[in-house]
């Protein structure tokens, strides 16, 4: 007959018996979890079939990052806690589970609370008083915060700190702290500035000192933009709020002004052919607005200087723009070529007496 006394040895304290008990505490645990998620998930994808909010997604975001965790989680708590371990040790892991309880959990509720920022609370801002998703993203944020500074409190508490004596800590040096943390908040409170004021958004694009992209993200703190040159920059909100910034974007055209020299020898009649070449080239071009300006501007050091002013479709697009002055430029060389204008280049004319 088979026996089972051999469940009863002991290995550090503890009966065989007592290690599958707590083995199968945990098992039971991931089997439990597998059962969920197919339930769940079963009938989370039937529901959103027929729905078309993003609430089912939220929910099974909370499910598979926070629940299925805490599941299992329990299952490795109350197996250890079903064999002897000693009390030092004990305490380690007991306090190491809560911590993660505690993660976990808020990481939940952070999920939750972006959802209903976003899909209700954002809507309503924006039928309102029409705040944009700049607003939304610092509000989140905000509420964020605020969490997990609560969720860092109940950590704290189960390390033995009390709260009460770490504010009045915080109080004694909080002048210190203030001092030092002057500089972030002036970036917050610009960031706020910024998204209130909206002098421009996400996706704009905008020239500061010397700079010139796309804003990508306005943070609590920085501003991160792509420049043209294929590189990010992050630009402290405070320098962005008190300078000048030029939003590109807003403009409904790009402007252009420059200038072409043809040589002193050449007669009035050419200069004026050179003139109306360069109109006619102008309003030929698709990519060019009907306003545009071109005129005899001045006597140069060694050219007569003409000069052309024309504004550009599609101010955003940067290569839009270089291409249309190309293709003008060429436009006008090929027909200078044709007319015998001669353009300037720098020279110097000397003369020799006897």
Same mark, same amino acid.
Do not use: H, S
């Given at each position: 007959m088979f026996s089972l006394d051999f469940l009863q040895y002991s290995y550090f304290g503890n009966t065989i018996q007592n290690? !599958?008990? /707590?083995?199968? %505490?945990? !098992?039971? /645990?991931? *089997? /439990?979890?597998?059962v969920f998620n197919v339930i769940i998930k079963g009938i989370f994808i039937k529901f959103a079939k027929k729905t078309k909010t993003e609430l089912d997604d939220t929910?099974?975001?909370?499910f598979n990052k926070v629940f299925i965790f805490i599941i299992i989680l329990g299952g490795l708590y109350f197996g250890l806690k079903s064999i002897i371990i000693p009390q030092n040790i004990w305490e380690v892991?007991?306090? /190491? %589970?809560?911590?993660?309880?505690?993660?976990?959990?808020f990481q939940g509720i952070? %999920? *939750?609370?972006d959802f209903v920022i976003n899909a209700y609370f954002y809507r309503h801002l924006?039928?309102?008083?029409g705040?944009?998703?700049?607003?939304? +993203? !610092?509000?989140? +944020?905000?509420i964020n915060a605020v969490l997990w500074i609560i969720g860092l409190s109940l950590i704290l508490q189960i390390f033995g700190y009390q709260i009460t004596a770490l504010i009045t800590g915080l109080g004694i040096g909080g002048l210190a702290i203030a001092l030092a943390a002057q500089d972030t908040l002036g970036n917050f409170f610009s960031s706020v500035s910024i998204i209130a004021d909206k002098p421009y958004q996400i996706g704009d694009i905008i020239k500061f000192n010397g700079y010139e992209g796309t804003i990508k993200d306005i943070g609590m703190r920085t501003t991160r933009i792509d420049t043209f040159f294929e590189t990010s920059i992050s630009i402290p909100n405070s320098e962005l709020a008190k300078s000048i910034v030029e939003n590109i974007s807003r403009r409904k055209s790009r402007r252009y002004d420059g200038q072409i020299g043809v040589t002193y020898e050449t007669s009035v009649e050419k200069l004026n052919e050179a003139i109306e070449i360069i109109k006619k080239i102008l309003e030929d071009e698709e990519g060019v607005n009907n306003i545009y300006y071109v005129h005899f501007e001045e006597y140069g050091q060694y050219c007569l200087q003409i000069k052309m002013t024309y504004?550009?479709?599609n101010p955003t697009e940067y290569e839009f723009f270089i291409k249309t002055r190309s293709k003008i430029n060429f436009a006008i060389k090929e027909q200078f070529e044709k007319a015998g204008i001669e353009m300037a280049f720098p020279s110097q004319t000397v003369y020799l007496k006897k």
């Open positions: 290690y !599958l008990i /707590a083995t199968g %505490i945990f !098992l039971v /645990a991931i *089997l /439990a979890t597998v929910v099974l975001q909370v892991i007991e306090k /190491a %589970i809560q911590v993660i309880f505690i993660f976990k959990v952070t %999920i *939750l609370m924006q039928t309102k008083g705040f944009d998703v700049n607003l939304t +993203r !610092l509000i989140t +944020r905000i504004y550009v479709k």
